[in-house]
């Protein structure tokens, strides 16, 4: 008969941090793998999309916008398209509702010089702006004249019906099966 003695040493510091490291690896892991549902399930297409699937964008920007931050805890994950940049807009999008304020452009008298808008036609009877340097009188009393124009128009207040276009939950649905699977033999 063999007899061992075996002797263990339990370091909880060395194990919390382990935990917290990889707490932090597998939640950054789970946040980027549904912010890269949530962008690829959005196209890129002229015309919107039906009620209740996820929003068409003309130019790609909701996708380039989706971002996820793991939070000063290092327990938590926010995943969504950055305020900044996108504004209440797909907020709208994703829940449904109402949008009655639209910011006014900032008044502006131009001078011949500056940079200002003009309007483009485009095929068939679409209007465009683009910026140019104004180099006459009368292209910067146009500018000037857009820009109280489009004031007028974002003045009326109508409020405008956005109906349900959700993108982001559908995208942690899809994941919900996959999240054990980051937490799985992460701490080593």
Do not use: C
């Not at 690829?40 to 919107?48: A, D, G, V």
């Not at 104004?134 to 146009?142: D, K, S, Y």
């Amino acid at each position: 008969m063999i007899r061992l003695t075996v002797r263990t040493q339990f370091d909880k510091r060395k194990l919390k941090k382990k935990v917290e490291t990889a707490t932090f690896t597998s939640i950054s892991e789970a946040g980027g793998a549904i912010r890269k549902t949530a962008s690829r399930s959005i196209r890129k297409r002229k015309n919107p999309s039906k009620p209740g699937s996820p929003p068409n964008t003309q130019t790609g920007m909701l996708r380039r916008v989706i971002r996820y931050e793991v939070t000063n805890n290092k327990t938590e994950v926010i995943i969504g398209p950055v305020n900044e940049i996108a504004g209440r807009l797909w907020n709208l999008h994703e829940f449904g509702g109402l949008a009655t304020k639209r910011r006014k452009l900032k008044p502006h008298r131009f001078r011949v010089g500056e940079h200002g808008p003009i309007r483009i036609k485009q095929q068939g009877n679409k209007t465009k702006f683009a910026r140019i340097e104004l180099r006459t009188a009368a292209q910067a009393n146009r500018a000037t004249r857009l820009i109280a124009e489009e004031n007028e128009r974002r003045s009326d207040n109508k409020p405008r019906h956005y109906p349900k276009r959700p993108f982001m939950k559908p995208a942690l649905d899809a994941n919900r099966s996959r999240l054990p699977m980051f937490w799985a033999n992460s701490v080593k």
